[in-house]
């Protein structure tokens, strides 16, 4: 094993023991945290975001209203509801009947119930949003003078210095959406993902962020939500080889150097990592080397 795959590995064993030991320790954190972004996928620069996910325990959504039942068991429950929502984005009807959730240590998503025009009562994306930044304004125990919060995407978010510390509530999911059943089965021509990563990918199911699409009208977004990923894309970045992994970094660097000085917010390092993933399903692993770093890195910015 070379270097950089013995840098990785590395890597991806500290952030799992670290997430099992706290995960496991969580008597005075109810709360499962995971770490995303580019530390999490090696790619991490100067000026690059701190990002941390914590999820909640007894506050499920599912897809199927008819695994109701079994997934309620003393958890809130949520339905995704497609209607009106784009891909990937969805709202989050409210199942009644279950009991007030009191829990001084966490978000509690009930206060953000909001009634629609179908007599349902749905969770506010916009009201989570803005409970969570309060929720983390409350929580940090070191000294705010010198920090700045925001609101971030769907994360609440504080600024030390020049470190942007990225943390967002999600809701767990707990089965997979109907909106990803395409990716796990759809044919591929060549080898990337194979099955068992497509698998993996799968088993680490999906969670919800609070934001709505900003195509939607007003009075939609706010009750939407994103379906996210994160714990899915870890395993595909953990999958690359090295020549994968430099496309990856290379494409990082242009646009850190050549985009964001003009145009900071046109795109993402999300939309890099798309692009590459789309590379990699339309092309064969074995033309995947140093030789021809240059040659996909500029395949990937012509899609």
């Known amino acids: ?17 670290y997430e099992y030991l706290i995960n496991e320790s969580r008597e005075s ?37 008819s695994i109701i ?16 929502s784009r891909a990937c984005f969805t709202q989050l009807r409210y199942i009644e009947k279950d009991e007030m959730y009191e829990n001084e240590n966490q978000l509690n998503p009930l206060k953000c119930l909001a009634e629609k025009e179908d007599g349902h009562r749905y969770l506010s994306s916009r009201k989570y949003a803005k409970a969570q930044l309060s929720r983390l304004k409350s929580h940090i125990n070191f ?38 059943a395409e990716w796990e089965t759809r044919a591929r021509r060549f080898e990337w993902p194979d099955e068992k990563l497509r698998n993996a990918v799968v088993n680490t199911k999906c969670s919800l962020v609070p934001i709505g699409n900003p195509a939607s009208e007003y009075n939609v977004r706010k009750f939407e939500w994103r379906i996210s990923f994160l714990l899915g894309e870890r395993q595909l970045m953990w999958s690359l080889n090295q020549s994968q992994y430099f496309c990856f970094i290379l494409l990082k660097k ?12 046109i795109i993402s390092s999300f939309i890099l990592k798309t692009t590459l993933f789309w590379e990699l399903e339309e092309t064969k692993l074995d033309t995947w080397n140093d030789k021809t770093l240059i040659e996909k890195v500029q395949s990937c910015l012509n899609r």
Not at 76 to 81: A, D, G, H, R, T
Request: aromatic share 10%; glycine share 8%.
């Open 1 to 17: 094993m070379g270097g950089w795959d013995c840098k990785l590995q590395n890597r991806i064993s500290e952030i799992l023991l």
């Open 29 to 65: 954190r109810p709360q499962k945290r995971y770490i995303g972004g580019s530390y999490v996928e090696g790619s991490e620069m100067e000026g690059s975001d701190h990002d941390q996910m914590f999820i909640y325990p007894n506050v499920i959504v599912t897809t199927k209203s």
């Open 69 to 84: 039942g079994p997934v309620r068991n003393g958890n809130i429950v949520f339905l995704m509801c497609h209607e009106n």
């Open 143 to 180: 000294p705010k003078d010198d920090l700045k919060f925001v609101k971030n995407s769907p994360c609440a978010s504080y600024k030390s210095g020049v470190l942007m510390h990225d943390n967002v509530f999600p809701l767990e999911c707990s089965d997979w959406p109907q909106v990803a």
């Open 254 to 265: 242009l646009k850190k150097h050549f985009i964001d000085p003009g145009h900071k917010d």
